[in-house]
């Protein structure tokens, strides 16, 4: 009974209570997040900390080495342009297993992509929106027919919808929510790591993948530890109880830990943007003069300073800065808090003192961090500073929020956006484009930005597709799909042992080089 209790008391002290393991880890990382998962399924999760536990449990054909942008061979050792740009053909890597034993091969690739295409699920137009279907060539040849030529469809394949997944465990028709719902009860994938423990929004464990091809993670398990808010995670760190945290902590925290000597600091100047979203088809946004209006109101750097201490830049691009083709298109149509022009524009639109524009500003209180109340709260005020516009802010967690958009239930609402690829159609035509603005929720479409959408998705010339993109920067400040606000600064803290952590601007957080000194 004594030997019982003090396995008990030894497994409460590291967070877990029960682990299916046959070993008790030999270097076990403690990692803290405020982030939630969602359904922990490749064919329809689309938030960021999700796919990041699929970027350590899964593999697609093509990946990215940890902390690098550079695209290399993954479940592929290589692959073949054919059919004039409309075909690729990969020839898979031999001897691969999943995590469970079973072997890798092409007709798990095709099983994989048609059930994104038949599931339909939140991030499956990076799929549909380029595959008209997959052949099995031979057991170790996959061929993907396009609809068009695209000229970073290698990139594509680099993103979770186009991880495979075991078509004995996962359903074929059905999205998989937590690990129960699957036959075994286990997440079953190509990864460095796989899933040994799951109890949503409080721990999820992962051991090394002995069946995985790659490259020995540097520690044995990661076990994640999820944080109802960001003090309380702060203060797990301090206590030496974390190893590392990430996403997200609250701006006055971050100078704080920044100054810590036994708190190491790593920041991540990278492609993550915010943006003000409108239901293009909802009165009286489906008219863009109000969008206008709206966003002419919006004073950026009083954002930046009141909200985040001048830790984030003014955006005024849903192309991020840094990016090829990035225009400060915004600036010069618009500048920031233009109170004057944002009257003018909704006078208009027939709105004024006595005939205000009344309508509803939306935004998840966590998904984001504990700033996002303040700064719909600052956005309010900018809003209403006008004289000409009655807010009222509404609130939603992160499910429901997701609901909302696509039931067309949010006017006006603020969204966050990690690059699902590093190129500039992933910033313009996932909200702009017919497809991929429905999957948002914005719901404009319009026939002459698809076919530039087509024509820079085919193009293998830079010079043309970079003078499309800045054209359609251009044509943003016009009809205002959405309007972005600031491009944002990631800051991960770790105690000072711990080495390894990279965060590159594919955003892609690998923990398999992570380690601890001793």
């Not at 061929?143 to 979770?160: H, Q, S």
């Not at 030496?240 to 790593?266: H, R, V, W, Y």
């Amino acid at each position: 009974m004594k030997l019982i209790k003090l396995v008990l008391i030894c497994l409460m002290a590291v967070g877990l209570v029960c682990m299916a393991s046959n070993s008790f880890a030999k270097v076990t990382l403690v990692y803290g997040t405020t982030e939630k998962v969602t359904d922990m399924d490749p064919a329809n999760a689309y938030d960021f900390h999700t796919w990041e536990i699929f970027y350590n449990i899964y593999r697609g054909l093509m990946a990215y080495p940890a902390g690098e942008t550079n695209l290399v061979p993954g479940l592929a050792d290589s692959y073949d342009v054919v059919d004039s740009g409309k075909g690729y053909v990969f020839k898979l890597k031999k001897g691969v297993k999943f995590s469970d034993g079973t072997p890798f091969d092409a007709n798990a690739v095709k099983w994989s992509i048609d059930r994104v295409m038949r599931i339909a699920g939140d991030p499956s137009w990076l799929v549909t929106d380029f595959v008209k279907s997959v052949e099995v060539l031979d057991k170790y040849r996959v061929k993907f027919n396009l609809k068009n030529p695209v000229a970073y469809f290698p990139d594509l394949v680099a993103t979770v919808p186009y991880y495979p997944v075991n078509p004995n465990v996962y359903p074929a028709d059905k999205i998989v929510q937590d690990p129960s719902a699957l036959k075994g009860g286990k997440l079953v994938g190509l990864g460095p790591y796989r899933v040994i423990f799951f109890k949503r929004d409080q721990q999820i464990a992962l051991e090394a993948n002995p069946y995985y091809v790659g490259d020995k993670p540097k520690n044995d398990m990661i076990m994640i530890r999820y944080f109802a808010d960001a003090t309380t995670m702060r203060l797990a760190l301090e206590k030496g109880e974390l190893d590392f945290a990430f996403k997200s902590f609250n701006p006055s925290d971050i100078n704080d830990l920044q100054k810590m000597s036994k708190i190491k600091t790593i920041m991540g100047q990278g492609p993550y943007i915010r943006y003000v979203c409108f239901q293009n088809n909802t009165e009286p946004f489906t008219n863009k003069i109000v969008r206008q209006g709206l966003t002419a109101a919006i004073n950026r750097p009083d954002i930046i300073k009141k909200v985040f201490l001048g830790q984030n830049a003014p955006l005024y691009s849903m192309v991020p800065m840094g990016m090829w083709t990035h225009e400060d298109s915004f600036k010069s149509a618009f500048g920031d808090g233009n109170v004057e022009l944002s009257r003018k524009l909704l006078a208009q639109a027939g709105f004024n003192e006595n005939n205000k524009l009344k309508f509803e500003f939306w935004y998840t209180p966590s998904h984001y961090g504990d700033t996002e109340v303040d700064m719909a709260a600052v956005l309010k005020t900018q809003f209403e500073a006008t004289g000409v516009m009655d807010v009222t802010v509404k609130s939603a967690e992160w499910a429901t929020y997701k609901e909302n958009w696509r039931n067309q239930l949010m006017p006006v609402y603020l969204l966050g956006w990690y690059p699902d690829y590093i190129d500039p159609d992933n910033y313009t035509a996932a909200f702009a484009g017919t497809a991929g603005s429905k999957g948002n929720g914005i719901y404009f479409s319009d026939p002459q930005w698809d076919a530039m959408f087509v024509e820079e998705q085919k193009s293998t010339i830079k010079s043309e597709r970079e003078a499309i993109f800045k054209k359609i920067q251009q044509m943003w400040t016009d009809e205002v799909p959405t309007a972005p606000i600031f491009q944002g600064t990631l800051f991960m803290f770790s105690q000072a042992d711990i080495n390894g952590i990279k965060i590159s601007p594919t955003l892609q957080f690998m923990y398999a080089p992570i380690e601890k000194v001793k």
